[in-house]
């Protein structure tokens, strides 16, 4: 079945810092979304790309669609504490009613 | 903004017991997806429906069933619960627009089986 490779699988970093993550698959995706985790409760959607080469922004956060559709990644900028989190990339092959495939996500954790 | 509903948020059963969480999708939405996320874990993808009708099956147990009602309500019935079956079960729901698809989660509902 179709897996997403998402590193690194843990951050920590100092408030202010850059951070990037980024997740690759071997198989093609139309969608790529990148979700926010807090503990106990439910992903919270990001940023949601929709074709190759695509760049958005989301106020400090930046991600891009992979040009080979296979991988896209998420930079954060000027890193705060309320950024810590496990942050997740799933992908979705547009058929309508796929399923969402998501990474194993990336824990980041910010040092104030 | 309307978001998904799931309830209840959390909830405690004996193993062999039976446990229906439910979901209510965004307004106008016809996907409904159901994940499970174990401790330290990425949610794992049990089934969706799309418009009422099943559209895919993932990793969900025999002992689990769910169905989506007229109102697009869902709801997931577990039955014969193992101490394994301890997650949060998250619902989502999305439609698509043009050759675009945003899926939002809901809050989910915390299971623990004792």
């Known amino acids: 079945g179709q897996q997403l490779n998402q590193s690194p699988q843990s951050m920590f970093i100092q408030e202010g810092e850059d951070v990037s993550m980024n997740c690759t698959s071997s198989?093609?995706?139309?969608?790529w979304l990148w979700y926010k985790q807090d503990p106990g409760e439910g992903p919270v959607l990001l940023i949601a790309?929709?074709?190759?080469?695509e760049l958005t922004s989301n106020g400090r956060l930046t991600a891009q669609f992979g040009i080979t559709r296979k991988d896209s990644f998420l930079n954060i900028s000027a890193s705060i504490p309320s950024d810590v989190g496990i942050y997740f990339c799933a992908g979705l092959l547009y058929s309508g009613n796929t399923p969402l495939v998501f990474g194993k996500g990336t824990r980041l954790s910010v040092i104030a | 903004a309307a978001g998904v509903i799931q309830s209840p948020r959390h909830l405690i059963k004996e193993k062999r017991e039976t446990a229906t969480l439910k979901c209510y999708p965004i307004p106008r939405h016809d996907t409904v997806y159901w994940y499970q996320q174990g401790p330290g874990q990425d949610p794992q993808f049990l089934i969706s429906f799309y418009e009422k009708m099943q559209s895919d099956k993932g990793s969900i147990p025999d002992r689990f069933s769910a169905q989506q009602f007229s109102d697009y309500h869902s709801e997931l019935n577990m039955s014969s619960l193992e101490l394994g079956d301890s997650a949060l079960y998250f619902c989502?729901?999305?439609?698509?627009?043009?050759?675009?698809?945003?899926?939002?989660f809901g809050q989910g509902t915390r299971l623990t089986v004792v």
């Open positions: 790309l929709y074709k190759a080469g």
């Open positions: 989502a729901s999305s439609s698509i627009v043009g050759f675009s698809t945003e899926a939002f």
């Open positions: 198989s093609i995706f139309n969608t």
